[in-house]
């Protein structure tokens, strides 16, 4: 009697990262998948929710978080920098879009907003440290600062603030709001961006293997189309 051999389950990989990050990992992560016949599943939604699947021991197998993060935590190993991602600036939907095209007209926009969102830097996210940090340069001392907790789009959806900082890509994908463009880049409003194999990871070959696609040069257009500034770009 013959017995016909059950082909070998296909390789999976479980990837999260925060929102900032999902397009352009969403995208690559259709290419590898096409490439190789490993699937890959991108997820993870806020920051926190990464590092509660991250502590929790949750089936994970890469992640991709802010540098400063990736450095703090002992439950990713491996760490590869990817690129940057810049901080944005957006107005509600239908509003009127402010030129920031230099630091004289940026810093006008601000100073002339009724309310100026970004996440609270109290909540521990990258991105709110850096623009807190550069908002208390003395030439932005009158923007009427609107701290919040999560989303700072959501200060401009409650009328508490009439324009939003935050991750540009989140901008860019939310059909409420209209993007102006990232701040200039004199004031060094971006967040750098790594990837690291998760500790519990039970496909460290795969998930390495999908980590140096990520950083394949041949990729850095799809990087840059989603968001994210690769290394020597």
């Known amino acids: 009697m013959c017995w016909l051999a059950a082909p070998a389950s296909a390789a999976s990989l479980t990837v999260l990262a925060p929102a900032s990050a999902t397009p352009g990992l969403q995208a690559l992560a259709t290419q590898f998948s096409a490439k190789t016949g490993t699937t890959v599943t991108v997820g993870g939604g806020g920051r926190d929710k990464v590092f509660q699947a991250l502590n929790s021991g949750a089936s994970v197998d890469v992640v991709v978080l802010p540098t400063s993060d990736l450095i703090e935590t002992p439950r990713a190993t491996g760490m590869t920098p990817l690129g940057h991602i810049p901080v944005g600036v957006g107005v509600k939907a239908g509003a009127k879009v402010p030129d920031i ?6 810093r006008a926009a601000l100073l002339a907003a009724k309310g100026v969102a970004y996440a609270d830097p109290k909540a521990g996210t990258s991105a709110g440290k850096i623009i ?12 009427k600062r609107v701290p919040v907790q ?11 603030a009439d324009i939003a900082l935050q991750m540009l890509p989140e901008l860019a994908a939310n059909k409420d709001v209209a993007l102006a463009g990232p701040v200039p880049d004199i004031y060094g409003a971006s967040v750098d961006f790594s990837a690291a ?15 140096s696609f990520l950083t394949d040069p041949q990729n ?14």
Do not use: R
């Open 101 to 106: 095209s230099t630091p004289e007209k940026f």
């Open 132 to 143: 807190d940090q550069f908002l208390s340069a003395p030439e932005f001392a009158h923007v």
């Open 150 to 160: 999560g989303l700072a789009v959501t200060a401009l959806s409650s009328g508490q």
């Open 197 to 211: 194999i998760a500790v519990q990871t039970v496909s460290a070959v795969d998930a390495y293997a999908f980590i």
């Open 220 to 233: 850095a257009a799809t990087w840059k189309s989603n968001g994210l500034a690769p290394l020597g770009h």
